[in-house]
């Protein structure tokens, strides 16, 4: 069974940093997408960084420049650098794995509270 753990959110102020932390059991990052998501109240969940299994990445327009998505293989943990944050960037962060095989299900982590204030 594939489980995702995050960590690493907090209350910071803007301007300040953050690094999110997705540990992952019973698969291999290496060998799947992995995605960082974040939803706020009355908001649908949205991406906010890809990483896939040849290293490359996508980031949303709202945080290009400012987050970063990477992975240590021999971890097998998923991390999300975020910089520079602003008060819209206030949600709970989630962590997603894709599967490379088709028949099976996305999975997604509890989610960790990223707060920025003002």
């Known amino acids: 069974q594939v489980q995702l753990v995050e960590s690493g959110g907090g209350l910071v102020q803007a301007g300040g940093t953050l690094r999110l932390s997705c540990v992952v059991s019973g698969s291999t990052i290496r060998f799947n997408t992995m995605g960082w998501y974040h939803q706020a109240p009355g908001r649908q969940r949205e991406s906010v960084a890809t990483?896939?299994?040849?290293?490359?990445?996508n980031h949303g327009d709202s945080v290009k420049g400012r987050f970063t998505i990477s992975r240590d293989n021999a971890k097998n943990t998923v991390y999300l650098q975020m910089n520079s944050l602003k008060p819209e960037d206030t949600a709970v962060y989630y962590c997603?794995?894709?599967?490379?095989?088709?028949?099976?299900?996305?999975?997604w982590g509890q989610g960790t509270l990223v707060t920025v204030s003002s």
């Open positions: 990483i896939f299994t040849d290293g490359g990445t």
């Open positions: 997603n794995y894709r599967p490379s095989a088709g028949g099976y299900l996305e999975v």
